[in-house]
């Protein structure tokens, strides 16, 4: 009986693991009702499908350059369900990455969310680091395209000499992220992160495939 109990426990938690991701959308359309915040579920509510208009399946908020005046050199702007209604229930958001000459974002990890990255302008250095510190990186340009496996660390470096553009597609409409400058309690303007920089630095020179003394992680 114990046994049996035991093995309907580890199936019903496997179950729950494999089931751990966006929710299937149950209607066609289901913008988010950003005037009802009093309510609390695993999403936002639907708006009234009378009121669903074309305009909540359009953003422009992508379309405006972010702002690279930081020590990063780099700017990111992510769209989710919360500011573009119609991606509520599609598990999908959206970002844009604006890199300035020498800019990098830091490597960082979206634990509910794959990554495909497609660069618009400029020549871009992008890599993430799997759960055996082997490095996956390659230089891309213009109308390249690059996957990110979920929760794995990934990084991206301007190789180029104008400012790169890169936008990117996430499976889920709320990917969340966890950087690796508050995993190690140090922040971006610290040695520990330029000595982190300077081995990705190094072994894009090198063409090496594994970072040592970097603790990566998947989520």
Request: glycine share 6%.
């Given at each position: 009986?114990?046994?049996?109990?035991?093995?309907?426990?580890?199936?019903?938690?496997?179950?729950?693991?494999?089931?751990?991701?966006?929710?299937?959308?149950?209607?066609?359309?289901?913008?988010?009702?950003?005037?009802?915040?009093?309510?609390?579920i695993n999403g936002f509510p639907c708006k009234n499908p009378a009121q669903i208009t074309a305009s909540d399946f359009k953003s422009s908020v992508l379309s405006k350059e972010g702002?690279?005046?930081?020590?990063?050199?780099?700017?990111?702007?992510?769209?989710?369900?919360?500011?573009?209604?119609?991606?509520?229930?599609?598990?999908?958001?959206?970002?844009?990455?604006?890199?300035?000459?020498?800019?990098?974002?830091?490597?960082?990890?979206?634990?509910?969310?794959?990554?495909?990255?497609?660069?618009?302008?400029?020549?871009?250095?992008?890599?993430?680091?799997?759960?055996?510190?082997?490095?996956?990186?390659?230089?891309?340009?213009?109308?390249?395209?690059?996957?990110?496996?979920?929760?794995?660390?990934?990084?991206?470096?301007?190789?180029?000499?104008?400012?790169?553009?890169?936008?990117?597609?996430?499976?889920?409409?709320?990917?969340?992220?966890?950087?690796?400058?508050?995993?190690?309690?140090?922040?971006?303007?610290?040695?520990?992160?330029?000595?982190?920089?300077?081995?990705?630095?190094?072994?894009?020179?090198?063409?090496?495939?594994?970072?040592?003394?970097?603790?990566?992680?998947?989520?």
């Open positions: 009986m114990i046994m049996k109990i035991s093995f309907l426990l580890a199936f019903s938690i496997y179950i729950c693991l494999c089931r751990a991701k966006d929710t299937d959308n149950l209607y066609d359309v289901c913008p988010t009702d950003t005037t009802r915040k009093n309510i609390f702002d690279t005046d930081n020590f990063q050199r780099s700017s990111t702007t992510l769209v989710t369900a919360a500011e573009f209604a119609g991606l509520n229930t599609l598990g999908l958001s959206v970002a844009r990455t604006d890199l300035d000459v020498d800019g990098m974002i830091m490597p960082h990890a979206h634990p509910r969310a794959s990554e495909m990255m497609f660069v618009g302008k400029g020549v871009v250095i992008v890599g993430f680091i799997d759960t055996k510190s082997q490095v996956f990186q390659k230089t891309l340009k213009q109308g390249d395209v690059f996957i990110v496996p979920r929760g794995l660390l990934h990084y991206n470096l301007n190789s180029g000499f104008e400012l790169a553009t890169v936008y990117s597609v996430l499976s889920s409409q709320n990917p969340g992220m966890l950087s690796i400058s508050d995993a190690m309690f140090a922040p971006v303007v610290s040695e520990p992160m330029r000595d982190l920089m300077k081995k990705l630095f190094s072994r894009s020179k090198l063409g090496t495939n594994h970072i040592k003394n970097v603790t990566s992680f998947r989520c």
